[in-house]
């Protein structure tokens, strides 16, 4: 158990991003209002990047930009979790954008946000 | 395990745990806009720098924005407060 | 935000009298939540089951009792799953390799050959942007598409015929609200800062666009703080003025340029590349703004996709269309 | 290298750029482009097809300057070009069919927005089914993801909005669980390339260090991808989103993206774990066992339904049900067994749904069974094609469906005594079921006691729709007499795939 602690102690970054994917997670799953499951969602990507981008990390060196042409590698942290999270931000805002129109249409449409009575509702309409 | 990365991660999870238990829309999505900021100062400690950028002009600038739109839009909060949000997520 | 979610949720269950499987469980998470082996759920899932001859009766008993319950219930569910999850997620954590170690196995020959050979093979003085344009195209190719595809979605959603919105025949009058009263701004604060920041972040998208070789940055980043400025203006002067130089059709004709010449170039690196040919790509000085061959008009052309993308979202969020 | 080994390549690519025009045309502009395009790719994966045969390999194709860890790749094997060729063929087929609800239930503004979805799909479908790197599939999934969605929501009705509420937030959680997975591998692996990860994963799993993360790591997959392809527990989106689509749309996603999904997962237990890692973990008889459920409660659910297409939908949960029984297998059979019902899923489902659409025609917009009495007469050639699918879906002798049931079974008959017993009753009592379901349908839309209300009524000779189905038709016809063929192929394939 000691160790168990002292590995989370060590990978604290780590620990902190998968308590953020846990939550992030729930809010998704448990929360009936959309503008908190979007938050959610946004949460759980956050997590995840985090949790890559900290794979990157080694510590001591400086960001993947090479200064005065010295490309000793010793010198620099792992650039491709960078690059990878980078696109997954973007992917993240493409998403979001998309949730959030889709909660725009459904409030304009039934005057809640709560999924649970939306899908009670367009269930008693007709097509 | 230096203080400030430590302080910041609580902040994230503090923040993450808010947003679930907050009642007020406006207030989860406020929160939202620190997380990002909070991130964008986790990414350069982590050395990543286009991270950084990006996420700030992403994930704290145009998704807050788009939240505060869409709630505007759903009536969730009044023009003043529409604005107020606006600009201050644009300062970054 | 609806507290009464999940009350109404079991009456109206109960006056149907049948048991509609979605109408009932929505998420597995939660169907797996009531699956879980705890007295209370055992409870629950054999009210549920018993619950379809008796359901009148049991009605004005969960108008007393059940709400508070069910929601407890919920809540308890809800925190159970997320600390399982969380334990089994941290269980694995403590197995990873250490954080910040050299000697992770992250830390491989692909991670070196990016760093060291970057300037020669990329022309890049960034690796990250060698990587994620060169090294790793097809995948920031692909990147490119995804934000073009939700905005494409996004606009299916938003947008209202520009005929209909001049004419004032809205179809559905709701899908713009009010926002159209919302404009110009008169906010004399706003519209002071936005003098000043509006011009400041095109000029720094520009920049983080073009050193996007060299420095932090590149297309996405640099592009967004440009939709950004476009955003801040719009909100700042009206959409009319920022309607004057980027319309509809610009947009279109701004994305679709931008997409193609990104898709062309990226095709013609491979096709090369994949093949054996030479490129006849001159990859410029490195860390100057004419460095990385090709990386640099991709960067551009990405930077204005994403900028007048972010723009769009917007204002489809605001007033239904460019 | 030959001009013929760049069309995989070309393909993905330059349907981006398809589907980026297209959402700048005029819909009816926008469907020429579509379409032509779609026949290009078809003949071009056709091509690969035979090139892979001739060759009897497959080749590595590298995107851009640099080899496989540094630079991406995609992998073109028989199997491989199979599936894009089907794919690529059944989305033309489907678009065609469902071509005149497309323009009926889109807003005409936004028609066209509709073919730039069909086109980014396939390019993720096609990206999907090449590709050997994961972080490739995590970007192009997501790309799917998204425009499935839109394909839902392009008909706008209160309904379809709210079933794609539920489907995309379900995709997304998918997509997060197959990140976190994709993550969690790289940070033990430190790879992304297929074949990379699965050397260290070999070595990994022969020193037994690192024991819990890689089942945590195979359970986040398995996870994330089961609930984009509805696999049994989380398929509760499913009905909705396919029930209320248009046509066209149903007949893709039931059809194509829940398949892309599952050839994403057989790739990665069999190209990223390996055999050994997967039986060794157990995975298997969990999806065995769910796949079984599947069979039996989405035949269940199908039975239930008075709308016919939730029904079919319903019955797509029990098909994707037969595929993952296959994958649970864990034997070459189970595996052949998984690829002939994929290819016989994407050709009959999209049928059913387009036949359908076109008995929804002639019964003034109705779906609900009551309203579809006679329709078959209505619209013969419908009738027709609707009755070849549900006997394959049963799995009568001559037509697809069968091919499946029977390469189950020997799959089933070669493994342990317990995993028999349960696989051949479940495929006993899943073609009762289904037989339950389809053959009351087939009396229904040839019954004479039409309501007075649509007796009149003809289908209009439509040369699209009706093209699209005799297609269909021939090729499960073809498909089921002649499966020696096919399943050689698909054998070929897989001996390639590293099985």
């Known amino acids: 158990m000691p160790d168990f602690l002292q590995n989370l102690l060590t990978n604290y970054y780590e620990t902190a991003a998968v308590i953020l994917f846990g939550i992030g997670f729930t809010t998704l799953l448990m929360h009936r209002n959309l503008i908190k499951k979007i938050v959610g969602l946004n949460f759980m990507d956050s997590a995840v990047y985090l949790f890559l981008a900290s794979k990157g990390y080694i510590a001591g060196r400086l960001a993947p930009i090479i200064t005065d042409g010295d490309s000793d590698p010793s010198k620099y942290v792992n650039p491709i979790p960078t690059g990878l999270v980078l696109t997954g931000i973007v992917v993240s805002v493409s998403v979001t954008a998309f949730l959030l129109a889709l909660t725009c249409r459904l409030y304009d449409r039934f005057h809640t946000l709560d999924i649970d009575e939306i899908t009670h509702l367009a269930r008693k309409e007709r097509d | ?92 | ?322 | ?499």
């Open chain 2, 1 to 92: 395990m230096t203080l400030f990365d430590g302080i910041l991660l609580a902040f994230l999870i503090i923040c993450a745990i808010s947003v679930s238990v907050t009642r007020n829309l406006l207030a989860s999505i406020i929160i939202y806009m620190s997380f990002s900021l909070i991130m964008s100062v986790l990414w350069l400690t982590l050395e990543a720098p286009d991270l950084a950028i990006t996420e700030a002009a992403v994930g704290a600038g145009v998704t807050s924005l788009l939240f505060f739109a869409t709630l505007k839009k759903i009536h969730a909060i009044k023009a003043e407060d529409a604005k107020s949000g606006e600009d201050e997520s644009d300062e970054e």
């Open chain 4, 1 to 499: 290298m030959e001009l013929v080994q760049n069309f995989p390549f070309l393909t993905i690519v330059f349907s981006l750029t398809c589907g980026v025009f297209c959402a700048v045309l005029k819909a009816r502009t926008a469907k020429r482009l579509c379409l032509c395009w779609l026949t290009l790719t078809t003949v071009m994966s056709l091509a690969v097809l035979v090139y892979t045969m001739r060759t009897n390999g497959y080749y590595v194709y590298r995107m851009g300057k640099w080899n496989a860890p540094w630079g991406n790749e995609i992998r073109v094997g028989i199997l491989e070009a199979l599936m894009a060729s089907v794919f690529s063929g059944v989305m033309l087929l489907s678009l065609l069919g469902g071509m005149h609800h497309i323009f009926a239930d889109c807003e005409p503004e936004k028609a066209n927005l509709y073919f730039t979805m069909c086109s980014l799909l396939m390019s993720s479908l096609f990206a999907l089914i090449y590709t050997n790197d994961l972080f490739t599939a995590y970007v192009f999934v997501e790309i799917n993801t998204i425009a499935s969605c839109a394909l839902v929501m392009l008909k706008s009705s209160a309904r379809t909005l709210v079933a794609t509420t539920r489907y995309l937030i379900m995709s997304l959680l998918g997509s997060g669980l197959f990140l976190l997975g994709i993550v969690t591998l790289y940070g033990i692996t430190g790879e992304l390339l297929m074949e990379s990860i699965a050397e260290k994963v070999r070595e990994i799993f022969a020193s037994g260090a690192y024991s819990l993360p890689l089942t945590v790591i195979i359970g986040l997959f398995s996870v994330g991808l089961a609930v984009k392809s509805a696999l049994f527990p989380f398929h509760s989106w499913l009905p909705d989103a396919h029930g209320n689509a248009t046509a066209s749309s149903s007949a893709i996603l039931s059809g194509l993206v829940l398949k892309g999904y599952i050839i994403v997962l057989i790739k990665i237990f069999y190209r990223v774990f390996g055999l050994d890692v997967i039986v060794a973990k157990q995975v298997s008889q969990f999806l065995f066992l769910f796949g079984v459920c599947a069979m039996i409660f989405g035949s269940v659910g199908a039975i239930r339904e008075r709308d016919l297409k939730r029904m079919l939908a319903y019955s797509s949960v029990a098909q994707v049900g037969y595929i993952y029984v296959g994958i649970g297998l864990h034997s070459r059979l189970g595996m052949v067994a998984a690829c002939v019902q994929i290819i016989a899923h994407a050709i009959t489902k999209p049928m059913l749904f387009i036949a359908a659409g076109g008995f929804i025609d002639v019964s003034g917009g109705h779906k609900s069974m009551s309203a579809l009495t006679g329709a078959g007469r209505r619209d013969p050639l419908g009738g027709v094609a609707f009755t070849v699918g549900a006997l394959s879906m049963i799995g009568i002798p001559f037509f697809a469906g069968f091919v499946t049931k029977l390469h189950l079974t020997q799959g089933a008959l070669e493994s342990g005594a317990a995993t028999m017993t349960v696989a051949l009753a479940a495929i006993a009592v899943s073609t009762l079921l289904n037989a339950l379901y389809y053959v009351p349908v087939i009396f229904n839309i040839f019954s004479g006691r039409e309501s007075g209300e649509y007796k009149g009524l003809r289908v209009r000779w439509r040369a699209d729709y009706a093209f699209s189905l005799v297609c269909f038709i021939a090729l499960n016809i073809g498909f089921g007499s002649f499966s020696r063929i096919v399943v050689g192929v698909i054998r070929r394939g897989l001996e390639l795939f590293g099985m």
């Open chain 3, 1 to 322: 935000m609806r507290n009464d979610g999940a009350f109404a949720r079991l009456v109206r269950f109960v006056e149907d009298g049948t048991f509609q499987e979605e109408s009932f469980t929505l998420s597995p998470a939660e169907k797996a939540a009531l699956d879980t082996d705890t007295p209370e759920n055992r409870w629950l899932t054999s009210v549920q089951h018993s619950e379809k001859p008796v359901g009148a009766r049991l009605m004005s008993w969960f108008a007393d009792k059940g709400f508070d319950l069910f929601n407890n219930l919920y809540r308890i569910a809800s925190v159970f799953i997320c600390v399982t999850l969380i334990g089994v997620l941290l269980t694995v954590v403590s197995f990873l390799p250490a954080f910040g170690s050299a000697d992770n196995p992250a830390v491989n020959e692909v991670v070196e050959r990016y760093v060291s050979r970057s300037i020669e093979e990329t022309g890049t003085t960034n690796a990250v942007a060698g990587m994620i344009s060169a090294y790793r195209g097809f995948d920031t190719l692909g990147e490119a598409h995804v934000l073009f595809v939700a905005a494409c979605s996004v606009i299916i959603l938003l947008r209202v015929d520009p005929s209909e919105r001049k004419h004032g025949r809205l179809l559905n009058p709701d899908l713009l609200g009010e926002d159209l009263d919302f404009e110009p701004n008169t906010d004399l604060i706003l519209r002071k800062a936005a003098k000043l920041l509006v011009p400041l972040s095109f000029i720094f998208g520009l920049y983080v666009i073009l050193n996007g070789t060299s420095s932090p940055g590149g297309g996405f980043s640099g592009g967004a703080l440009m939709g950004a400025g476009l955003i801040l203006s719009s909100t700042a002067f009206g959409f009319k003025r920022t309607e004057r130089f980027f319309g509809d059709e610009m947009y279109h004709v701004v994305k679709t340029a931008c997409l193609t010449v990104y898709a062309l170039l990226m095709a013609y690196f491979i096709f090369m590349g994949a093949n054996g040919f030479e490129d006849h790509v001159w990859l410029g000085v490195p860390g100057g703004i004419v460095s990385g061959g090709l990386i640099l008009p991709i960067n551009a052309a990405v930077g204005f996709e994403v900028a007048c993308t972010m723009y769009c979202f917007y204002a489809l969020f605001r007033k239904g269309g460019l």
